[in-house]
């Protein structure tokens, strides 16, 4: 057993030795197959496939591989670029509506959704979130966080950024 600073230096070395022979001999042994990958290319999505203007700060959302990672939408209709008017749940609606139609322009599906993050200005709105959002992940609904926040940029009472799958 080690003792020493030094000792447990000398012993992990050797162990981490030992470890990287065993696993260069697990792939010489016969039968063993070494896949060469693609390696992922990082591509940026957009809404319609527009490109994004020079002044840009961030990427709708990037496809890495098999993997989607969506930045927050809010509830602006795609138009105006305005927060859409009415009640708290048609404005969880357009945002729902945008992160979809985000996630669908990669090629994925909000039943690939994994995690999503709802930024809430009014913790209030809660429930009256819940109401909508179930309706868009009736079933095996993504891990989820909620967070309220003082305010979010745009005006939007509420931002949803996720990570989904992309087959």
């Known amino acids: 057993?080690?003792?020493?600073?030094?000792?447990?230096r000398k012993?992990?070395?050797r162990a981490l030795g030992a470890a990287g022979a065993a696993s260069v001999a697990a792939l010489a042994a016969p039968g063993a197959v070494l896949a060469?990958?693609?390696p992922a290319r990082k591509q940026v999505v957009t809404r319609g496939g527009q490109p994004l203007p020079p002044e840009a700060l961030f990427s709708p959302a990037i496809r890495f591989g098999n993997l989607l990672f969506v930045s927050g939408v809010g509830?602006?209709?795609?138009?105006?670029?305005?927060v859409v008017e009415g009640p708290f749940p048609n404005q969880v609606r357009q945002c729902l509506?945008?992160?979809?139609?985000v996630v669908e322009a990669a090629g994925s599906s909000m039943t690939a959704v994994l995690k999503c993050t709802v930024f809430l200005t009014d913790i209030a709105?809660?429930?009256?979130m819940n109401q909508?959002?179930?309706?868009?992940?009736?079933?095996?609904?993504?891990?989820?966080?909620?967070?309220?926040v003082k305010e979010l940029p745009?005006?939007?009472p509420i931002e949803i950024e996720c990570f989904a799958h992309v087959d």
């Not at 602006?76 to 305005?82: E, G, I, V, Y």
């Open 75 to 82: 509830a602006h209709d795609p138009q105006t670029h305005k």
């Open 154 to 156: 745009g005006e939007s």
């Open 132 to 148: 909508v959002y179930h309706t868009y992940f009736t079933t095996d609904p993504p891990a989820r966080s909620t967070v309220a």
């Open 1 to 8: 057993m080690p003792r020493g600073k030094s000792d447990r």
């Open 125 to 128: 709105n809660f429930q009256a």
């Open 36 to 38: 060469k990958k693609n």
């Open 11 to 13: 012993f992990l070395n």
């Open 97 to 101: 509506d945008n992160l979809k139609a």
